[in-house]
Every structure is written in C-alpha cells, then in structure tokens.
C-alpha cells in the first residue's frame, strides 16, 4: 500500500519534489512520484487518483497553483499544498492554495518548503495509526 502520492505540476518544480522525497526516503515512508497538470492533461491526472491505494496527497504547484484544489476536489483524502516560488515569489500559488473554497480542504505549507509537506504528511499518517 501506498502511504503518500507526491504529484508535481511540472518539471521545473523537481527541486522541491526532490525535498519531498529525499524526507520521506529518510523516514521510510512508501510514496509514489507522478507528474500531472491540472490544466494540460487533468483526465489522466482523475484518473491516477481514483485508481491510487495513497491515504494523503502531497500537490506541487506554482503559479495559479490549480493541483492541490482539484485532487481535493475529487478525494476525500487529505492534499497538503505546496507553493512555488515564481515572478510574484510564489505569493501566487501561496494564496491559490490557501484560498480553496468550502468543502475543499487544502493543507498549505509555505512557499518551496517540500520538507515541511513530508514531515506533515508522515505526522498525519501517525496520528491515525
């Protein structure tokens, strides 16, 4: 079983992704690793979260930073939003994600910080064991 989905948005997002893993890799988390625009190919991306066994997302975004809110809008398990740094300093996807609209949680952590993602999904996975 997989604990924790880490999805990206892009590829120029891998420095923070490499965070992620590289925390959850150290804490022997299981994880699986996948890249999906909401917007370029958003079928695929409902797809790979209605057939993934993952109990919390990690959503890696910039800019208008849509990931985090669509996979909680198709799940009802927990997304933790990470913002990217782009041209506003990643304020843009900071608020994208904290902003989501009632009955669509998302977690924010700050702006880049993949580690604080991974160390909040492993606590959240230890609180219901």
């Known amino acids: 079983m997989t604990e924790i989905a880490v999805i990206s ?3 120029s997002d891998k420095t923070v992704v490499d965070k992620v893993v590289q925390t959850l890799e150290k804490n022997g988390a299981s994880y699986e690793q996948r890249m ?12 790979y979260i209605e057939e993934t ?3 919390i997302f990690i959503a890696i975004a910039g ?3 849509a990931l985090p809110g669509v996979i909680a809008s198709r799940t009802a398990r927990p997304v933790i939003g990470v913002p990217i ?3 506003l300093g990643g304020l843009d996807a900071l608020l994208s994600i904290a902003q989501m ?5 998302v977690a924010c952590v700050g702006i880049d910080s993949g580690e ?3 160390l909040l999904a ?6 219901r064991r």
């Open 101 to 105: 609209p009632p009955g669509v949680p």
């Open 9 to 11: 948005g892009s590829k």
């Open 63 to 65: 800019l208008s930073a």
């Open 85 to 87: 740094s782009g041209t």
């Open 36 to 47: 999906f625009s909401a917007h370029r190919n958003p079928r695929e991306l409902e797809r």
């Open 53 to 55: 066994d993952a109990r």
């Open 122 to 127: 492993l606590r959240m996975l230890e609180s």
């Open 116 to 118: 604080n993602a991974a």
